[in-house]
């Protein structure tokens, strides 16, 4: 028997992405112990017992997940795990740390213990679409089934009884006191319905269809579902109040739709018409034109007065400022002056205490994150598998964009959140099975490429 049989038959038995996912593991494990102890002996300058409460759970439950993975995909991808565990940590030690500053001030609203609770049921979620689910592609098989699903999650906000309405936005269910923004998994759902449709009509989008000045034009059944879904996030805007959700839904569509046909008019057409779409909104509903009003003038004496003006926008500017190029230090700044600052405003906060240079670590973890998700679509050869990892990974990017953009002044504010990052356990969850999916998909990928 020659090496070169011998080697493949161990490699197969000592999975190498799995070592080193357990080493990335170990050391994003004591990132985040270094993370919450600077925090504590920066703000109370002691070390409590809480330190264990914050930083186990997730520490526990990333092992679980990296066990869950030896034994049922064990060539998935060895950076994606980590990568979310490092981003859940960080997240999870600035919302301790903004706790601390509330508790300090007399304030009871706190949110670090609940994001514990939700980070452990997110992995959770995680783990049993890797244990349940053998293959993606079975997915296939409900892609109209996911259409409904998502559909019926977007619209449950808006049916009487459970749909509440928090901060000025219709995009929450609730029942006794539990909220969930049931939004978030409709985003899963959607991307799992894009890819199915695409995939069966991508010929008609490309190529049938009459010829006006050198481009072909899909016939009217084919360019249903594009008016559909740019209906649908309008209804979304006016309805629920929300230009994050409606952007990010219309975006994503337009990515998958360009990813399966390579033609650019897709694209451009999609854009006119959310632009068209968001520039009449922004005239005809206060609301809108509010969210356009405070990203254009956020320094108006009356607009940063107003309610619901720029006065966040312009506190969490205030603070990065203050952060500058290194930061004041996790524990060293003032990120509870911006309200919200452990949802919306996240990266504000994050940006005070470790600089510039720590958001431009932040980000790229997200583009390395997206940047594996792509990857695992150019290793499939089936076109359904491709666009379910390019959706997903789109799915984070776009949300990263928007976020971080409204808060820079880029684009307007949305009210989305920053994945893994911010509190709540909506986003949480979703974001955590998006990577479950990536990893299954990443199992197979890299089995067929062996094979």
């Not at 792509?374 to 990974?393: N, P, Y």
């Amino acid at each position: 028997m020659t090496s070169a049989t011998v080697l493949p038959k161990i490699r197969r038995v000592v999975p190498r992405s799995r070592n080193i996912e357990a080493v990335l593991l170990l050391f994003v494990a004591g990132i985040n112990a270094f993370e919450l102890a600077q925090i504590q002996l920066s703000t109370i300058e002691i070390l409590r017992p809480d330190f264990w409460l914050y930083w186990l759970p997730l520490a526990f439950a990333s092992f679980v997940i990296h066990l869950i993975l030896r034994r049922r995909a064990s060539e998935a991808d060895s950076l994606i795990l980590p990568l979310g565990v490092f981003l859940n940590g960080l997240g999870l030690a600035e919302i301790y740390r903004l706790d601390l500053a509330k508790i300090a001030s007399g304030a009871t609203d706190l949110f670090a213990f609940k994001q514990v609770i939700w980070t452990v049921l997110a992995l959770a979620a995680t783990g049993a679409v890797i244990w349940f689910v053998k293959s993606h592609l079975v997915l296939r098989r409900y892609v109209f089934i996911a259409m409904v699903v998502g559909i019926a999650l977007l619209v449950s906000p808006m049916l009487p009884f459970i749909g509440r309405n928090i901060n000025g936005a219709q995009l929450w269910i609730g029942i006794g006191p539990l909220t969930f923004q049931p939004g978030e998994l409709a985003k899963i759902a959607l991307v799992v319905f894009f890819a199915g449709y695409l995939v069966t009509k991508r010929d008609s989008l490309a190529v049938v269809g009459r010829k006006i000045l050198g481009v072909h034009i899909p016939r009217a059944r084919e360019l249903g579902p594009i008016l559909a879904i740019w209906a649908l996030s309008l209804v979304v805007l006016v309805l629920q109040r929300d230009l994050g959700t409606s952007l990010l839904y219309f975006g994503l569509f337009l990515v998958m739709i360009y990813v399966a046909t390579g033609r650019a008019i897709y694209v451009v057409t999609g854009l006119s018409m959310f632009v068209a779409g968001a520039l009449v909104a922004s005239r005809v509903m206060t609301y809108v034109g509010d969210r356009f009003d405070a990203w254009l003038n956020p320094f108006d004496a009356e607009r940063y007065d107003a309610i619901g003006g720029s006065y966040q926008l312009v506190q969490g500017m205030f603070g990065l400022a203050h952060g500058g190029i290194f930061g004041t230090g996790l524990g060293g700044g003032l990120p509870q002056l911006v309200p919200l600052a452990e949802s919306d405003f996240i990266i504000t906060a994050l940006g005070e205490e470790l600089g510039m240079v720590g958001l431009f670590a932040i980000l790229a973890c997200y583009l390395l994150l997206v940047s594996r998700g792509m990857r695992i679509a150019f290793t499939h050869q089936d076109d359904f598998s491709k666009l379910l990892a390019v959706g997903f990974s789109f799915v984070i990017a776009l949300q990263c964009f928007i976020v971080i953009g409204g808060v820079t002044r880029v684009v307007p504010l949305t009210g989305l959140t920053t994945p893994m990052l911010a509190a709540g356990g909506s986003s949480l969850i979703a974001n955590w099975i998006i990577i479950g999916l990536l990893l299954r998909i990443s199992d197979s990928g890299n089995k067929r490429g062996d094979a």
